[in-house]
C-alpha cells in the first residue's frame, strides 16, 4: 500500500514537472518506461474522477512525447488526441496549441495535409497574438512543409521566410539548428559539400553549447545524430571514406532499434558503403548482419495487427500514388494532344504563310520577268529600228557618194560632148563614160549583194571575193592566182562584217590595180581560228610607208579591220604582201539556212 502511494506520488510530481515543462517550452515525454502501467491507469482514472483536465492533459502529453520518440505514431496521435481535448477543457491555452502544432506534424507524416493545414493555422493565431517567436517558428517551419511536398514553391519560399523572421526574433537555439539543417540538405543535393560541412559543424557547435535544448537531452541526441550523418554523407560523397565512417558509426549504436520512419536504414547503408569503398569489407559486411538482424527482429516483435496495418496503409498509399500517377500521365497526354494539336495549327499557318509568300514571290517574279522581257523585246526591237536606220543612211551615203559622183561624172562628160569636141576627143570622153558605167553598175552590184540577207555567211562572201578578184585582175590583164579553202564552215555574218571584210579586200586590190605597175598577183584564204587573207603582188612596191599610208588608204583599212577586232600587216618584198586576220570567234556563229 505504500509502495503505491509514492508511486501516485511519484506521477503528482511527474505531472507537476510536465504541467511546469509544458507552460515553458513544450511537453517533456513521461517515462513510461519506469512506470508501472497499474498505478498510471489509478492516476488516470483518479483525475477524471475528479475532473483535474489539466493533470490529464499533462499525462496524455508526456505519453504522446514518449510514444513519438519512441516511433509509435498511432499511439503518439491517439494519446496527443487526448491531451488536446482535456488541455481545452482546463483552459490551458499553451499546452493545446503546443499539442496543436505535434497534431500538425503527425497529420503532415500521414499525409493529410488539410488537416495538418487547420492545425497549424489555429496554433498561428495564437502564438503570433502572443508573439510567442519559438513556437511560431515551427509553425511557419511546418506550413513551409506542407507546401513543398504539395509542390507549392510560393508559399514555400514564404513560409520559410516568416520562420527565418521568427527564429531571429525568438533566438531559439534549436530552431535555429532545424533551420540549418535545411540549409545543410540542399548545400549537398547542390553538391556544396565543403560548405555544408562547415555548417553541420556549426550546428555541433550550437547543440553542444547550448544550456537548453528543446524539449530535453533526447531532442538534443536526435540531433547530434542528424549532423554526423550529414558529415558523414558529405565526407563519403568527397570520398573522404574515414571520415564518413568516423561520424556514421556515431549515428547508429548496436541496442538502438530499427526504425522504418527515420534515417536509420540510410544511415547503415551510407556506412556500409564508406567500409566498401574503402576496402574494409569485414566492416561493412558486420554492420550488414547488424541491419538484417535489427530488421528482423523489428517484423519478429511486430504486432501482427499493426503489420496487416501497415501493409494496408502501404497498398493504400500505393494505390493512391497509382492514382496519382495515373492522373499525372493522363494530364501530360492531354498537355501533349493539346501540344500537337497546337503544333499542327502552327505548322498549318507556317505553311499556309509559306504558300502565300512563296505565291506572291513567284507572282512577283513572274511579274518582273515579263517586264524585262517586255523591255528587252522593246530594246531589241529599237535596235533593230537603229539598225535598220543605220543601213539606210548607210545606203543613202552610198549612193549619194558612189553613184552620185558617178552619174555627175557622166553628165559632165555628155556636157562636153555636147559643145562640140573633135572626133578623137569624143571616142576618148565615150570611153570614160563607159567605164564610168560600168563602175556604176559594180557598185550598184556591190549594194544589192550587201543587202541581200540570203548572202550573211562565210560562203557567200568568199565566193563574192573570188568572183571580184579574178574579174577585176583579168580586166586590166594582170595574171591572178586565187586559193580557196576546199571546206568553209557554216559561219553566219552580219551585214555590215560581210562589207568591211569585202572592201578591205577591195581597196588592197584597188592599190594593185592603181599604183603597184604589177604582173601577176595573188589571192590565199585560209581558215584555222582565224580568217587569213593573203593579197600580194610582184609591183613596185611603197616608195615612201609615211606618204603610202594616206595616199593609199591605209589608215581607212585599219579602222575597218579594228572594227572587226582583226589586224592587217604590210610587207614589201619584191611587191607588196598583205596580210589581213580576221578572228573567226569573233563572228556570228549562227548556222547558215539553206
Request: hydrophobic residues 40%; neutral net charge.
Amino acid at each position: 500500500m505504500l509502495c503505491c502511494r509514492l508511486k501516485i506520488f511519484y506521477l503528482i510530481l511527474v505531472c507537476c514537472y510536465l504541467d511546469n515543462a509544458a507552460a515553458q517550452s513544450g511537453i517533456a515525454p513521461l517515462p513510461l518506461n519506469l512506470l508501472n502501467a497499474d498505478s498510471l491507469n489509478e492516476v488516470i482514472e483518479k483525475n477524471e474522477n475528479e475532473e483535474n483536465y489539466k493533470i490529464l492533459s499533462a499525462l496524455y502529453g508526456g505519453m504522446y512525447m514518449y510514444y513519438c520518440e519512441s516511433h509509435d505514431r498511432e499511439l503518439a496521435i491517439k494519446y496527443a488526441m487526448k491531451a488536446e481535448q482535456y488541455a481545452l477543457k482546463a483552459g490551458d491555452s499553451a499546452r493545446f496549441y503546443f499539442t496543436e502544432v505535434k497534431l500538425g506534424e503527425f497529420s503532415t507524416d500521414a499525409h493529410a495535409y488539410q488537416a495538418a493545414n487547420s492545425y497549424y493555422q489555429n496554433a498561428l493565431t495564437h502564438y503570433r497574438n502572443r508573439k510567442h517567436f519559438e513556437m511560431l517558428f515551427h509553425v511557419y517551419g511546418g506550413l513551409s512543409r506542407i507546401a513543398s511536398m504539395q509542390g507549392d514553391i510560393e508559399n514555400r519560399d514564404r513560409y520559410d521566410s516568416l520562420a527565418v523572421e521568427a527564429n531571429a526574433k525568438g533566438k531559439d537555439t534549436l530552431a535555429m539548428v532545424i533551420l540549418n539543417d535545411i540549409k545543410i540538405r540542399n548545400l549537398i543535393d547542390s553538391n556544396r559539400l565543403n560548405e555544408g560541412i562547415l555548417l553541420a559543424k556549426k550546428n555541433l557547435g550550437l547543440i553542444d553549447k547550448a544550456q537548453t535544448f528543446g524539449s530535453g537531452n533526447a531532442v538534443r541526441q536526435i540531433r547530434r545524430r542528424i549532423a554526423f550523418n550529414f558529415l558523414g554523407e558529405c565526407y563519403n560523397k568527397l570520398g573522404d571514406y574515414k571520415s564518413a565512417i568516423s561520424y556514421l558509426t556515431k549515428t547508429v549504436s548496436t541496442n538502438e532499434d530499427i526504425d522504418f520512419n527515420d534515417l536509420n536504414i540510410s544511415r547503415y547503408h551510407l556506412l556500409i558503403n564508406s567500409f566498401i569503398s574503402s576496402g574494409q569489407k569485414d566492416s561493412a559486411i558486420k554492420y550488414c548482419d547488424m541491419l538484417a538482424t535489427k530488421i528482423y527482429k523489428a517484423l519478429e516483435n511486430a504486432d501482427p495487427e499493426k503489420l496487416n496495418e501497415i501493409s494496408t496503409k502501404y497498398e493504400s498509399v500505393k494505390k493512391q500514388k497509382q492514382i496519382e500517377q495515373l492522373k499525372l500521365e493522363n494530364h501530360l497526354q492531354q498537355l501533349t494532344v493539346s501540344s500537337q494539336r497546337k503544333l499542327n495549327i502552327a505548322f498549318i499557318v507556317i505553311f499556309a504563310f509559306l504558300f502565300i509568300t512563296v505565291y506572291f514571290m513567284i507572282r512577283n517574279f513572274q511579274h518582273k520577268r515579263a517586264l524585262q522581257l517586255n523591255s528587252e523585246k522593246q530594246k531589241a526591237e529599237l535596235g533593230r529600228q537603229q539598225a535598220i536606220q543605220t543601213e539606210r543612211n548607210r545606203i543613202s551615203s552610198e549612193l549619194h557618194d558612189d553613184l552620185g559622183s558617178g552619174l555627175s561624172t557622166i553628165r559632165l562628160m555628155s556636157e562636153m560632148m555636147k559643145q562640140g569636141l573633135g572626133k578623137g576627143d569624143i571616142e576618148l570622153q565615150l570611153d570614160k563614160i563607159s567605164d564610168s558605167s560600168k563602175e556604176l553598175v559594180q557598185k550598184m552590184n556591190e549594194i544589192v549583194w550587201a543587202l541581200n540577207m540570203n548572202n550573211d555567211n562565210l560562203q557567200s562572201l568568199l565566193s563574192y571575193i573570188r568572183q571580184y578578184a579574178a574579174k577585176t585582175l583579168d580586166a586590166v590583164k594582170i595574171d591572178c592566182s586565187i586559193t580557196m579553202p576546199e571546206n568553209v564552215p557554216e559561219i553566219t555574218l552580219s551585214g555590215s562584217e560581210r562589207r568591211n571584210i569585202f572592201l578591205i579586200v577591195k581597196e588592197c586590190i584597188n592599190n594593185i590595180l592603181k599604183h603597184s605597175r604589177a604582173t601577176k598577183a595573188g589571192l590565199e584564204v585560209s581558215l584555222t581560228e582565224t580568217l587569213c587573207i593573203y593579197i600580194s603582188d610582184n609591183g613596185i612596191g611603197f616608195s615612201c610607208m609615211q606618204n603610202a599610208v594616206h595616199h593609199f588608204g591605209i589608215d581607212n583599212l585599219n579602222q575597218r579591220a579594228k572594227e572587226l577586232n582583226g589586224r592587217i600587216e604590210w610587207v614589201q618584198n619584191n611587191g607588196t604582201h598583205v596580210k589581213i586576220q580576221i578572228p573567226i570567234k569573233e563572228l556570228s556563229n549562227k548556222s547558215v539556212t539553206s
